[in-house]
């Protein structure tokens, strides 16, 4: 009886054990679930296009320590999510964390978005950067003869792509890169950040991009492409950190940006010399608005000087300029070839510049000898209107080519405030042909005013782009 009593005891204190096991697992399950719904993210964001399936860098192994290379883990998250490609397209989500990478390739229907505090940095590995061809519009690389290295973010042939975040960083950590250029220590032109090829509807948009080994944004071949809200910032003597260069792109819209730079805040390009020319494909259709501009030793926006493949209907508006060299500048030269022509700017605030205008037909820099001298770029219908300047040295350098003259230029409605000590001659004009109306301080003979009695306002035009109606949806993602 005894030993019945004591099994009994035991099955009994054994069950108790049990429901307490199960009382504790269930408590803490409902304080995981708990945790885990108050660690819930939630985003929303808007884009050209929202995906149906989703995953975390972490989930392919990821590191956001600073230290860890990322290069394998994110080729390994675009290739699983490339399969759903043509299923609702798919979202790469990169948490909180300094995620140390090197190259690597986008797919189509597609969207990179980085966290707030997410942190892209670029490897100072040299071997995780693959080499590629140079540019067919180029025929050589920009900095050496050879080829050059894959941009930090690249891809080629792709379809429906975003770039985003809530101003998440991508950290070039350009210094090495700086330093080797400088030395002519590098056999290969440096990388970029962005550079996207021969591919269509495409944003990039609210992010911080700092510190590229050269260029920052390089869409090149594409079509209808959004660059929005993006801030950008460089060394302002760091070498050929462009902002944002569309180069041989139709339909792009470029807003809502704020970039400091060692070079050209944007620049506008379509091929070199002969191999721009037999490439043959312009940038056309491009709108540029509500960019703001710190570039001491660089134009606002620069035309130029790769432009053998030809650059049309620009539109800049409501751009403001501090601190920089020049604000629309035109850059070309004997054997460029190509055109620059309907191009239209207006509503720019300008304070401490160099020059307000500036045209220049002596830009060599050819990429090699075999360019052809007999090659004249034509340079056509350049209108400013609506431009307050402050604090300026010089207000125009407008160099045209002898025999090659610079035509249709209207500049109207423009107000030049001079610096304490400034140039005294203030228009230097040579091969230059066109008209000004109320324009202080005056301009020189070769763009007579057409006085009070028949003020121009030169030409902007009122129709819209096919970017303008492309539009952006609300986007989600849930992150745990």
């Not at 995981?32 to 660690?39: D, G, L, M, V």
Request: proline fraction near 5%; include cysteine; charge should be negative.
């Amino acid at each position: 009886m005894g030993d019945l009593w004591r099994s009994l005891r035991r099955t009994q204190v054994l069950n108790i054990i049990g429901l307490l096991g199960v009382l504790v697992f269930l408590n803490t399950n409902g304080v995981e679930s708990r945790k885990r719904a108050q660690n819930l993210e939630f985003f929303e964001y808007p884009a050209i296009s929202c995906r149906a399936h989703s995953a975390s860098l972490e989930d392919f192994g990821g590191v956001g320590d600073g230290t860890t290379s990322n290069t394998k883990a994110f080729k390994a998250a675009i290739d699983h999510l490339s399969q759903f490609a043509s299923d609702g397209g798919s979202q790469l989500f990169i948490p909180p964390g300094k995620w140390l990478t090197g190259s690597f390739n986008l797919t189509s229907h597609f969207t990179l978005y980085l966290h707030k505090d997410a942190v892209l940095l670029a490897s100072q590995d040299e071997s995780e950067w693959p080499l590629i061809k140079p540019l067919p519009s180029y025929g050589r690389g920009r900095d050496n003869a050879g080829g050059r290295y894959s941009s930090l973010i690249f891809g080629t042939n792709l379809t429906d792509v975003v770039i985003t975040g809530d101003n998440g960083t991508i950290d070039g950590q350009g210094e090495l890169w700086w330093t080797k250029f400088r030395a002519k220590e590098l056999n290969y032109t440096r990388p970029y950040l962005v550079e996207i090829l021969y591919s269509e509807n495409i944003q990039i948009s609210s992010l911080t991009l700092i510190n590229s080994p050269s260029w920052n944004i390089h869409p090149t071949y594409c079509s209808n492409v959004i660059v929005q809200g993006v801030t950008i910032l460089a060394p302002v003597t760091s070498p050929n950190t462009d902002g944002i260069n569309p180069d041989s792109c139709t339909n792009t819209r470029i807003e809502d940006c704020y970039i400091v730079s060692g070079d050209d805040c944007v620049a506008v390009k379509s091929g070199w010399d002969e191999y721009g020319i037999a490439f043959g494909m312009p940038t056309k259709q491009l709108v540029i608005r509500r960019l703001t501009c710190i570039s001491p030793f660089s134009a606002v926006i620069a035309l130029g000087s790769e432009m053998s493949g030809g650059i049309e209907d620009v539109r800049a508006e409501d751009i403001t300029a501090i601190d920089s060299e020049s604000g629309v500048r035109i850059k070309t030269a004997v054997g460029r070839g190509g055109f620059v022509k309907d191009i239209y700017v207006r509503g720019m605030a300008m304070k401490t510049m160099k020059w307000v205008f500036w045209m220049t037909g002596n830009y060599g820099d050819h990429p090699d000898n075999n360019y052809d001298p007999k090659a004249l770029p034509v340079i056509q219908n350049i209108n400013y209107r609506d431009i307050v300047a402050e604090n300026v040295t010089m207000a125009a350098r407008l160099e045209g080519i002898p025999g090659d003259t610079f035509s249709e230029i209207c500049i109207s409605n423009v107000t030049v405030g001079l610096t304490a000590k400034p140039k005294k001659l203030q228009w230097n004009c040579t091969n230059v042909e066109g008209i000004s109306s109320a324009v202080t301080p005056k301009p020189c003979e070769l763009l007579p005013d057409q006085g009070p009695e028949k003020i121009t306002q030169c030409n902007f035009p009122e129709d819209s782009l096919p970017i303008d109606n492309i539009k952006v949806r609300s986007c989600y993602y849930k992150y745990f």
